[in-house]
Nanobody, 128 residues
Framework: QVQLVESRGGLVQTGGSLRLSCAAS????????MGWFRQAPGKEREAVAA????????DYADSVKGRFTISRDNAKNTVYLQMNSLKPEDTAVYYC?????????????????????WGQGTQVTVSS
């Protein structure tokens, strides 16, 4: 049984930082591209960042480039999202996702969402 468990989010002030983690089990972690997504109230779920199975390639939504950093530790089956310079518009439920890597077909943040595994989500609130 595949499980993706995000760390607790939290409440931070504008300009603050927060690091999320997502621990994976029940899958061969190093065979999966990983991503972070978020969903704000009344909005569709949007991609935030992705990292290739090897950790050598990362991709970001324009809205978070230069502020967020995705990383992974394949030895710990964990993916991270370091969020700096947070803004109120970053307020959302954040989800991690795992997508089986395809040889020669890294899709970046454009996950096949219907074929990905998802965590339960964690709330991040940025106060103004």
């Amino acid at each position: 049984q595949v499980q993706l468990v995000e760390s607790r989010g939290g409440l931070v002030q504008t300009g603050g930082s927060l690091r999320l983690s997502c621990a994976a089990s029940g899958l061969t972690f190093s065979s999966y591209d990983m991503g972070w997504f978020r969903q704000a109230p009344g909005k569709e779920r949007e991609a935030v960042a992705a990292i290739k199975w090897s950790g050598r390639t990362t991709d970001y939504a324009d809205s978070v480039k230069g502020r967020f950093t995705i990383s992974r530790d394949n030895a710990k089956n964990t993916v991270y999202l370091q969020m700096n310079s947070l803004k109120p518009e970053d307020t959302a439920v954040y989800y991690c996702a795992a997508q089986l890597a395809q040889l020669g077909r890294y899709s970046g943040i454009y996950f096949d969402r219907s074929n990905a595994y998802w965590g339960q989500g964690t709330q991040v609130t940025v106060s103004s």
